[in-house]
């Protein structure tokens, strides 16, 4: 079982990179009790932006791309954390990357679609970038996915408002792998399930996923609940849920 740890996509939502950091410290050992050949990497790619790894990465190794993209091909089990996939983003408080790109829009799909940078003279919070994968954000993030073989992400984001209302809710995209992993960890942790978020996602990381080979799935917390609240409230049925899937596997 190989699973990915997405946080920080969206740098506004900032309490989605708090709950993965502080997650992957609190059950490190845990987590290396219960997964075959363990690896168990927290990555932070703050370096390569140029920035000191921000506060939400008080304890990552830096590492440098070379080193990003290394895999153990030895591992059978493998447990991958990025709290922070957009550093400029969560630097300056926004949606997108420092060229503007909404990582969540840029990702190689088959309905990766062009937008405009602006829209009615306003910056375009959806901007995909000048073609699929043109950041260095997607292309990190779609080389771990390949080169570790991933069967899972699980993607923390925020409903931080934009302009499509969303519900705090555990949202799936595959072909069906992990569907019922994904609806009893919706249940434990008391939020609603769906399929369909409610509005068109071309060149998200759920996009790609229904294409590729493995499973997302998009956790969105409620954006008005504080880091502290959502981590208190969550950290456990997320632990449980993990536990399950890699004895499951087994
Ligand atoms: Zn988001």
Redesign the pocket.
């Given at each position: 079982m190989k699973l990915l740890l997405l946080a920080g996509?969206?740098g506004v939502?900032k309490q989605s990179s708090y709950f993965l950091d502080c997650f992957f410290d609190d059950y490190k050992e845990h987590f290396t009790a219960f997964t075959n050949t363990p690896l168990l990497e927290k990555l932070s790619i703050s370096k390569l932006f140029g920035l000191e790894a921000s506060d939400y990465e008080h304890n990552c190794k830096s590492i440098e791309k070379n080193q990003i993209l290394e895999s153990n091909q030895e591992a059978t089990d493998e447990i991958i954390a990025i709290p922070v996939l957009n550093p400029t983003g969560l630097k300056n408080l926004s949606r997108t990357n420092s060229n503007k790109v909404d990582l969540?829009r840029n990702m190689p799909s088959k309905n990766w679609e062009y937008g405009k940078l602006k829209v009615d003279g306003e910056a375009n919070p959806y901007y995909p970038g000048e073609f699929p994968k043109s950041e260095l954000e997607t292309q990190i993030l779609t080389q771990i996915i390949e080169d570790h073989t991933i069967d899972l992400v699980v993607s923390f984001?925020t409903n931080?408002f934009v302009k499509n209302k969303n519900d705090a809710q555990i949202n799936y995209d595959g072909k069906g792998k992990h569907k019922t992993w994904a609806e009893n960890l919706a249940k434990l942790s008391n939020l609603p399930f769906t399929e369909d978020i409610g509005y068109p996602t071309p060149g998200s990381l759920g996009s790609y996923a229904k294409e590729q080979n493995f499973d997302c799935i998009t956790v969105e917390f409620e954006d008005s609940d504080s880091e502290e609240q959502i981590y208190e409230s969550y950290k456990n049925s997320f632990f449980e849920s993990i536990k399950k899937l890699f004895e499951k596997d087994a």
């Amino acid at each position: 079982m190989k699973l990915l740890l997405l946080a920080g996509t969206h740098g506004v939502e900032k309490q989605s990179s708090y709950f993965l950091d502080c997650f992957f410290d609190d059950y490190k050992e845990h987590f290396t009790a219960f997964t075959n050949t363990p690896l168990l990497e927290k990555l932070s790619i703050s370096k390569l932006f140029g920035l000191e790894a921000s506060d939400y990465e008080h304890n990552c190794k830096s590492i440098e791309k070379n080193q990003i993209l290394e895999s153990n091909q030895e591992a059978t089990d493998e447990i991958i954390a990025i709290p922070v996939l957009n550093p400029t983003g969560l630097k300056n408080l926004s949606r997108t990357n420092s060229n503007k790109v909404d990582l969540n829009r840029n990702m190689p799909s088959k309905n990766w679609e062009y937008g405009k940078l602006k829209v009615d003279g306003e910056a375009n919070p959806y901007y995909p970038g000048e073609f699929p994968k043109s950041e260095l954000e997607t292309q990190i993030l779609t080389q771990i996915i390949e080169d570790h073989t991933i069967d899972l992400v699980v993607s923390f984001h925020t409903n931080h408002f934009v302009k499509n209302k969303n519900d705090a809710q555990i949202n799936y995209d595959g072909k069906g792998k992990h569907k019922t992993w994904a609806e009893n960890l919706a249940k434990l942790s008391n939020l609603p399930f769906t399929e369909d978020i409610g509005y068109p996602t071309p060149g998200s990381l759920g996009s790609y996923a229904k294409e590729q080979n493995f499973d997302c799935i998009t956790v969105e917390f409620e954006d008005s609940d504080s880091e502290e609240q959502i981590y208190e409230s969550y950290k456990n049925s997320f632990f449980e849920s993990i536990k399950k899937l890699f004895e499951k596997d087994a």
